[in-house]
């Protein structure tokens, strides 16, 4: 079975930083796109950033550059994403998703994406 476990939310003040996790299972790691999505109460989803393993090419939203950094360890077939200078705004469910490869055309779009995790919710205080 196809798993995507995201972990590593929590509470932080504003300034602060948070690693999160997207430990993945039941498909080849390098035949698919990984993507962060959030989701903050009353918005829609919107995308955060993605990876792809197999030829390292990060996609960052225009709302996170420079703060947050995605990578991942082929080994453990995880995808990180390290989130510096957290702001109240970034406060959201963040969900992980995979994506085959060849079918990810605009990484931004959560359409793209077949498999969910189940989210890590991120709470940055003011």
């Known amino acids: 079975d196809v798993q995507l476990q995201a972990s590593g939310g929590g509470l932080v003040q504003a300034g602060g930083s948070l690693r999160l996790s997207c430990a993945t299972s039941?498909?080849?790691?390098?035949?698919?796109?990984i993507a962060w999505f959030r989701q903050a109460p009353g918005k829609e989803r919107e995308d955060v950033s993605s990876?792809?393993?197999?030829?390292?090419?990060?996609h960052y939203a225009d709302s996170v550059k420079g703060r947050f950094a995605i990578s991942s360890d082929s080994a453990k077939n995880t995808v990180f994403l390290q989130m510096n200078s957290l702001k109240p705004e970034d406060t959201a469910v963040y969900y992980c998703?995979?994506?085959?490869?060849?079918?990810?055309?605009?990484?931004?779009?959560?359409?793209?994406?077949?498999?969910w995790g189940q989210g890590t919710l991120v709470t940055v205080s003011s």
């Open positions: 998703a995979a994506g085959r490869k060849a079918f990810v055309i605009w990484p931004n779009r959560s359409e793209e994406y077949i498999y």
């Open positions: 039941g498909f080849t790691f390098d035949d698919y796109v």
């Open positions: 990876y792809r393993p197999f030829d390292r090419i990060s």
